[in-house]
């Protein structure tokens, strides 16, 4: 038995598991010594979700870093030598069409971030799985890369581990569980256990199921919960006896029934002789607070495996056995099967990344052994540079705010997650219905009024059309189409385009109270913000004069967009989107501590500042009636990107001129008490109340104006965006190297594009408005594109613009590609259609005022 160190560059808490396990050893590849792995338990785990797992990979979700971890996942078992690379299928019944839409919006999704995912017939689907009924299904989606890693995961953390403490750059110390943090003036400063205490600047907290529990003894929590998965095993299966593998056909997704199937190969091999048989919860899923976990001792299985209980499974099995006859046939092992826990989110995304209350201490947590070894190199690289080479923003664990970590908001949240594990089909635009209406602007009782259709962004109940206008319907029905197919129209209101061009006739006003809203001050505020921002916001900029900028990571990808308004010498205010605010409020304050600027104070003024949008041709004319100085609301004496504090009917407003829906117009900003008072002065003028809709997607599309962690993304540059400044200041700002170095080429390797669809009816007649991703693709070769960088293309946005009558997308196409006029194809449900590009950069479809944009 090793010493028990008394310090360590790294502790790892959580060792044993595939995700410790793969921390420990990137770190190693990445040049980090002297690490110490602790795990509660055996180390590799002999309690944790590692233990027990399925330890297959699918490759396809809807979202790129999914989609590149279990790739980076599944090839790194396989040359290890620890992954059969045996295919999975995905059936859809015959009774279920929505399951096969989802197959053909998978195909596209994996081809869109590098899959090979294909459609095949439910004769080939047969040939390749033998135990399914043929008649029972109307086609599969076939994925070849699709595997399991063998023997298992466990023994892949315990090859990991070993060749770390081989290296001589880790200790591991089974048996020995974090009893406590050692936290001082925000930053991590050790680990105590039973054995001793080990100080160490870096922390990472590697301990799946109990993950929250680590956390909280750094007084924050993470959005994440365990919940019951019945594992049933039924046997015995002889079929590939002798032959010494560990599974012999492939994976089988039933996800209608929210099911999946293996054989466990060979019965001399570990797990072998059996079928087994997964079920993920869709009525009402089980789940249990960590705290409430128990410990070695007292479990009877294994604290991470619970009793099953038939109740749970014996409607899915039934479906299963329709299938799958083989599983009546057999009839399954008591004694083997078990509720299994793994970990639910409160956003279908993980935990990963730097605390925020504790500078030093990272987590790594609520992650599948499919993407295990990916999320260990982003983790390790993370801590390494600073950055990753794929935008994080969706697992970041600061993209929470406060009141996303409470426990009634996790519970709640992650209760609806687990319906979405497996069934159903999860739609693009889908809202979550628990823990809603925790944030209300103080229109919100004239809006629900009106009959607004809310969705949720930030904990902000956001209303993206108002049935009170449907009667814009008869007078826009030529310019307005229904959407005939129901996925297009699914959480969509048509009444929505009505309000876009009703804004565009005359005006109208929108509800932004969601703007994630901070006052940065003191000595030290224009010196953070000056080195944050490619734009010159200090200096001679004018007192009352906004400033739309981006902040950029060390390698100049965009990490934010956002607009600063200097309010006086040392005062700014940041107004950022609702989804990346918090994340980015981190990221300043840690900016000022790393930079050691001890003068400078963020607020967070969220909750303090309502903003009512006004915009449209008549615009100006409209708040004259109601200003109590006209004049000062002038084209002369209100110039763009201006801020100034006036009047209407006593009303004090804080009047921004910007626009990011192409029209002459204000953002009003109120405090909250004077809301109400606002939207009824607004209101009264006979101004159309419009959703965010139009704001945040239609109107925007035709401005061509990008949308942060949609069209912006840190794998891109300025350049590329088609957003880079005329100037580089001469000013220090974090990325700048890399800006200007990026500035030097001749001609970047792609370019952010605007496109139009130039048709769109599907095979059945249907004309087709897409939401989401959809692969773009030569037309000549029918593949899809990739720049020299190896990025792929697809769309990044996506919307119907009214006003120009046409779909409209976003993405980024290779130079070779990128000029105006080109035609390229996109798939969506698995039919293609074709697109051109209008313009290469910034260039907007529909610009009446040419008014510039705003984040």
Same mark, same amino acid.
């Given at each position: 038995?090793?010493?028990?160190?008394?310090?360590?560059?790294?502790?790892?808490?959580?060792?044993?598991?595939?995700?410790?396990?793969?921390?420990?050893?990137?770190?190693?590849?990445?040049?980090?010594?002297?690490?110490?792995?602790?795990?509660?338990?055996?180390?590799?785990?002999?309690?944790?979700?590692?233990?027990?797992?399925?330890?297959?990979?699918?490759?396809?979700?809807?979202?790129?870093?999914?989609?590149?971890?279990?790739?980076?996942?599944?090839?790194?078992?396989?040359? @290890?030598?620890?992954?059969?690379?045996?295919?999975?299928?995905?059936?859809?019944?015959?009774?279920?069409?929505?399951?096969?839409?989802?197959?053909?919006?998978?195909?596209?999704?994996?081809?869109?971030?590098?899959?090979?995912?294909?459609?095949?017939?439910?004769?080939?689907?047969?040939?390749?799985?033998?135990?399914?009924?043929?008649? @029972?299904?109307?086609?599969?989606?076939?994925?070849?890369?699709?595997?399991?890693?063998?023997?298992?995961?466990?023994?892949?953390?315990?090859?990991?581990?070993?060749?770390?403490?081989?290296?001589?750059?880790?200790?591991?110390?089974?048996?020995?569980?974090?009893?406590?943090?050692?936290?001082?003036?925000?930053?991590?400063?050790?680990?105590?256990?039973?054995?001793?205490?080990?100080?160490?600047?870096?922390?990472?907290?590697?301990?799946?199921?109990?993950?929250?529990?680590?956390?909280?003894?750094?007084?924050?929590?993470?959005?994440?919960?365990?919940?019951?998965?019945?594992?049933?095993?039924?046997?015995?299966?002889?079929?590939?006896?002798?032959?010494?593998?560990?599974?012999?056909?492939?994976?089988?997704?039933?996800?209608?029934?929210?099911?999946?199937?293996?054989?466990?190969?060979?019965?001399?091999?570990?797990?072998?002789?059996?079928?087994?048989?997964?079920?993920?919860?869709?009525?009402?899923?089980?789940?249990?607070?960590?705290?409430?976990?128990?410990?070695?001792?007292?479990?009877?299985?294994?604290?991470?495996?619970?009793?099953?209980? @038939?109740?749970?499974?014996?409607?899915?099995?039934?479906?299963?056995?329709?299938?799958?006859?083989?599983?009546?046939?057999?009839?399954?092992?008591?004694?083997?099967?078990?509720?299994?826990?793994?970990?639910?989110?409160?956003?279908?995304?993980?935990?990963?990344?730097?605390?925020?209350?504790?500078?030093?201490?990272?987590?790594?947590?609520?992650?599948?052994?499919?993407?295990?070894?990916?999320?260990?190199?982003?983790?390790?690289?993370?801590?390494?540079?600073?950055?990753?080479?794929?935008?994080?923003?969706?697992?970041?664990?600061?993209?929470?705010?406060?009141?996303?970590?409470?426990?009634?908001?996790?519970?709640?949240?992650?209760?609806?997650?687990?319906?979405?594990?497996?069934?159903?089909?999860?739609?693009?635009?889908?809202?979550?219905?628990?823990?809603?209406?925790?944030?209300?602007?103080?229109?919100?009782?004239?809006?629900?009024?009106?009959?607004?259709?809310?969705?949720?962004?930030?904990?902000?109940?956001?209303?993206?059309?108002?049935?009170?206008?449907?009667?814009?319907?008869?007078?826009?029905?030529?310019?307005?189409?229904?959407?005939?197919?129901?996925?297009?129209?699914?959480?969509?209101?048509?009444?929505?385009?009505?309000?876009?061009?009703?804004?565009?006739?005359?005006?109208?006003?929108?509800?932004?109270?969601?703007?994630?809203?901070?006052?940065?001050?003191?000595?030290?505020?224009?010196?953070?913000?000056?080195?944050?921002?490619?734009?010159?916001?200090?200096?001679?900029?004018?007192?009352?004069?906004?400033?739309?900028?981006?902040?950029?990571?060390?390698?100049?990808?965009?990490?934010?967009?956002?607009?600063?308004?200097?309010?006086?010498?040392?005062?700014?205010?940041?107004?950022?989107?609702?989804?990346?605010?918090?994340?980015?409020?981190?990221? @300043?304050?840690?900016?000022?501590?790393?930079?050691?600027?001890?003068?400078?104070?963020?607020?967070?003024?969220?909750?303090?500042?309502?903003?009512?949008?006004?915009?449209?041709?008549?615009?100006?004319?409209?708040?004259?009636?109601?200003?109590?100085?006209?004049?000062?609301?002038?084209?002369?004496?209100?110039?763009?990107?201006?801020?100034?504090?006036?009047?209407?009917? &006593?009303?004090?407003?804080?009047?921004?001129?910007?626009?990011?829906?192409?029209?002459?117009?204000?953002?009003?900003?109120?405090?909250?008490?004077?809301?109400?008072?606002?939207?009824?002065?607004?209101?009264?003028?006979?101004?159309?109340?419009?959703?965010?809709?139009?704001?945040?997607?239609?109107?925007?599309?035709?401005?061509?104006?990008?949308?942060?962690?949609?069209?912006?993304?840190?794998?891109?540059?300025?350049?590329?965006?088609?957003?880079?400044?005329?100037?580089?200041?001469?000013?220090?700002?974090?990325?700048?190297?890399?800006?200007?170095?990026?500035?030097?080429?001749?001609?970047?390797?792609?370019?952010?594009?605007?496109?139009?669809?130039?048709?769109?009816?599907?095979?059945?007649?249907?004309?087709?408005?897409?939401?989401?991703?959809?692969?773009?693709?030569?037309?000549?070769?029918?593949?899809?594109?990739?720049?020299?960088?190896?990025?792929?293309?697809?769309?990044?946005?996506?919307?119907?613009?009214?006003?120009?009558?046409?779909?409209?997308?976003? &993405?980024?196409?290779?130079?070779?590609?990128?000029?105006?006029?080109?035609?390229?194809?996109?798939?969506?449900?698995?039919?293609?259609?074709?697109?051109?590009?209008?313009?290469?950069?910034?260039?907007?479809?529909?610009?009446?005022?040419?008014?510039?944009?705003?984040?």
């Amino acid at each position: 038995m090793a010493e028990f160190p008394k310090s360590a560059d790294v502790v790892i808490v959580g060792l044993g598991g595939i995700v410790g396990a793969s921390v420990a050893h990137h770190l190693v590849e990445r040049g980090w010594r002297n690490i110490v792995g602790l795990d509660k338990s055996g180390i590799p785990t002999d309690i944790g979700s590692t233990a027990h797992a399925s330890d297959f990979c699918y490759m396809t979700s809807h979202d790129q870093l999914s989609c590149w971890a279990t790739l980076y996942s599944a090839d790194f078992f396989e040359k @290890m030598g620890h992954y059969e690379r045996i295919g999975g299928l995905e059936v859809a019944r015959v009774d279920d069409d929505g399951r096969m839409e989802e197959l053909k919006r998978k195909v596209a999704s994996g081809k869109a971030f590098g899959t090979n995912v294909s459609l095949i017939s439910a004769a080939e689907a047969k040939a390749k799985f033998p135990l399914l009924e043929e008649d @029972m299904i109307q086609g599969a989606l076939w994925d070849p890369d699709a595997g399991l890693v063998v023997p298992r995961s466990q023994t892949v953390a315990g090859e990991l581990i070993d060749q770390a403490r081989d290296s001589g750059a880790l200790t591991a110390f089974a048996n020995t569980p974090a009893t406590r943090l050692d936290i001082q003036d925000g930053r991590i400063c050790g680990v105590e256990t039973h054995r001793g205490y080990i100080a160490a600047k870096h922390v990472v907290v590697c301990a799946g199921l109990w993950g929250r529990l680590i956390a909280n003894m750094a007084e924050e929590d993470l959005p994440v919960m365990p919940v019951d998965h019945p594992l049933m095993f039924f046997g015995p299966y002889d079929e590939f006896a002798g032959t010494g593998k560990d599974i012999g056909y492939p994976l089988l997704r039933d996800q209608g029934n929210s099911a999946y199937m293996r054989d466990t190969g060979d019965p001399k091999t570990s797990e072998g002789g059996q079928i087994e048989w997964g079920y993920y919860e869709e009525k009402d899923p089980r789940l249990v607070h960590p705290r409430d976990l128990q410990e070695k001792e007292q479990a009877r299985l294994s604290p991470s495996q619970r009793d099953l209980e @038939m109740e749970q499974i014996i409607e899915p099995l039934e479906r299963a056995m329709e299938l799958t006859p083989i599983l009546g046939e057999l009839g399954y092992d008591e004694k083997r099967s078990f509720n299994g826990l793994l970990q639910v989110t409160s956003d279908n995304g993980p935990s990963i990344g730097e605390s925020v209350k504790a500078r030093g201490l990272w987590y790594a947590v609520s992650v599948w052994v499919k993407d295990g070894p990916g999320v260990g190199k982003l983790v390790a690289d993370w801590m390494t540079d600073g950055r990753t080479h794929i935008d994080h923003h969706s697992i970041d664990v600061a993209r929470f705010y406060e009141f996303q970590k409470t426990e009634h908001y996790i519970a709640e949240r992650c209760y609806e997650s687990a319906f979405k594990i497996y069934n159903p089909a999860v739609h693009n635009r889908e809202p979550y219905t628990h823990a809603r209406s925790l944030r209300r602007s103080p229109f919100w009782p004239r809006e629900e009024a009106l009959g607004a259709h809310f969705m949720e962004l930030g904990g902000w109940e956001r209303a993206h059309g108002y049935a009170s206008n449907e009667k814009l319907l008869d007078k826009y029905a030529d310019r307005v189409p229904e959407r005939q197919n129901e996925w297009d129209n699914r959480h969509f209101w048509r009444v929505s385009n009505a309000e876009h061009l009703a804004l565009s006739d005359d005006v109208g006003m929108i509800n932004l109270s969601h703007f994630a809203v901070y006052d940065v001050l003191g000595n030290d505020a224009e010196a953070l913000l000056e080195y944050l921002s490619v734009a010159k916001v200090g200096g001679d900029t004018p007192i009352g004069k906004g400033v739309y900028t981006h902040f950029l990571d060390s390698a100049g990808g965009v990490r934010s967009d956002l607009t600063i308004i200097r309010l006086g010498p040392c005062h700014y205010r940041m107004i950022d989107g609702a989804d990346a605010g918090n994340r980015d409020h981190v990221w @300043m304050q840690r900016m000022a501590e790393d930079r050691g600027l001890d003068s400078v104070w963020i607020q967070d003024l969220t909750d303090h500042w309502a903003c009512l949008g006004v915009w449209g041709p008549n615009a100006r004319t409209t708040l004259q009636k109601v200003a109590d100085q006209p004049d000062a609301w002038s084209n002369e004496n209100f110039p763009f990107a201006h801020w100034k504090t006036l009047t209407l009917k &006593g009303i004090p407003v804080s009047a921004f001129r910007i626009s990011y829906v192409g029209e002459q117009g204000w953002e009003l900003h109120v405090p909250f008490s004077y809301g109400l008072a606002l939207w009824d002065l607004i209101h009264d003028l006979g101004v159309t109340p419009v959703g965010v809709e139009t704001y945040a997607n239609s109107r925007r599309l035709e401005k061509s104006l990008r949308l942060q962690n949609a069209d912006l993304l840190t794998e891109y540059n300025l350049y590329e965006v088609g957003l880079a400044r005329p100037k580089v200041k001469a000013a220090d700002f974090h990325g700048k190297a890399a800006y200007l170095a990026q500035r030097e080429r001749s001609e970047q390797p792609a370019y952010l594009c605007t496109m139009t669809m130039l048709e769109n009816t599907d095979a059945q007649g249907v004309a087709r408005y897409p939401v989401g991703t959809c692969p773009i693709m030569d037309p000549a070769s029918g593949e899809v594109l990739v720049d020299e960088l190896g990025r792929r293309s697809y769309t990044t946005s996506f919307a119907y613009g009214p006003s120009v009558g046409k779909n409209i997308c976003l &993405g980024y196409i290779p130079v070779s590609h990128a000029r105006e006029g080109q035609e390229l194809l996109i798939e969506y449900f698995h039919e293609q259609y074709r697109v051109r590009i209008e313009g290469v950069g910034y260039k907007p479809l529909y610009d009446p005022e040419n008014e510039k944009p705003r984040s």
